[in-house]
Every structure is written in structure tokens, then in C-alpha cells.
Nanobody, 132 residues
Framework: QVQLQESGPGLVKPSQTLSLTCTVS??????????WSWIRQPPGKGLEWIGS???????HYSPSLKSRTSISRDTSKNQLTLQLSSVTPADTAVYYC????????????????????????RGQGTQVTVSS
């Protein structure tokens, strides 16, 4: 059974870069067909897809966050990393990493499928607060 564990600082100052790590166990992040995603849930709101990296290392990002987001991986450690730059208090949320399975796709179709995906296979989440 796959397990995902998010880690990183709980408090980030405005204009700084938020950096989080997701450690995966019970599955390989290079396993075929899976997308490894970052999602978040702001206070009082629903889940929001941030971006994903697939088994081959290809990335997809939410259009609204793309200019500030970078997702990478370390296959030797079976870890994913999220970097979100120029944060503001609006980026305050619980951040999760999730494993997602979607049909074979490319480009915009992939992004739409990922945005609407089932994120039930996810970690417990980590609270990040953006405040000075």
C-alpha cells in the first residue's frame, strides 16, 4: 500500500519561496502510468490541483499557478519536491501530495484530467501559513 508523507516549514514569509518534500513508500515514483501530484486546500475551500509529475518526469501545472510553480523529483530517494515562489497570504493552505492514475494523454487534456482527478490516495498533509 502506497504511503505519502509531506514535510517542510509550516511558516513562510510573504514574497519568499515555499518548498515542500513528499516522501513516497510502498511504490516507485517511476512506476508506469502514475502521476504524482501536489494539491492544496485553503481554509474553508475545496481541494485545488497545483501540478503533477509523471513516471517519466514530465510535468503539468495548473495554469493559474504555473508561473510560480516548480515540481521535481529525486528518484534515488523516491521523493517529490514542490517549490512555489512569491507566496502571499492567499497561499496559506494544507498542502498534500497524492498519487493519481489517469488515462494516457498529452498536453491540455492531461492537465484537465489531473485537475479533476481522484486525490483520495494522498498523504496526511502539512499546514503552511504565509505570514510576516
Amino acid at each position: 500500500q502506497v504511503q505519502l508523507q509531506e514535510s517542510g516549514p509550516g511558516l513562510v514569509k510573504p514574497s519568499q519561496t515555499l518548498s515542500l518534500t513528499c516522501t513516497v513508500s510502498g511504490d516507485s515514483i517511476t512506476a508506469n502510468n502514475y502521476y504524482w501530484s501536489w494539491i492544496r486546500q485553503p481554509p474553508g475551500k475545496g481541494l485545488e490541483w497545483i501540478g503533477s509529475i509523471n513516471y517519466g518526469g514530465f510535468t503539468h501545472y495548473s495554469p493559474s499557478l504555473k508561473s510560480r510553480t516548480s515540481i521535481s523529483r529525486d528518484t534515488s530517494k523516491n521523493q517529490l519536491t514542490l517549490q512555489l515562489s512569491s507566496v502571499t497570504p492567499a497561499d496559506t493552505a494544507v498542502y498534500y501530495c497524492a498519487r493519481v492514475l489517469i488515462p494516457s494523454c498529452s498536453g491540455y487534456v492531461c492537465s484537465e484530467l489531473l485537475r479533476r482527478a481522484d486525490f483520495s490516495s494522498r498523504g496526511q498533509g502539512t499546514q503552511v501559513t504565509v505570514s510576516s
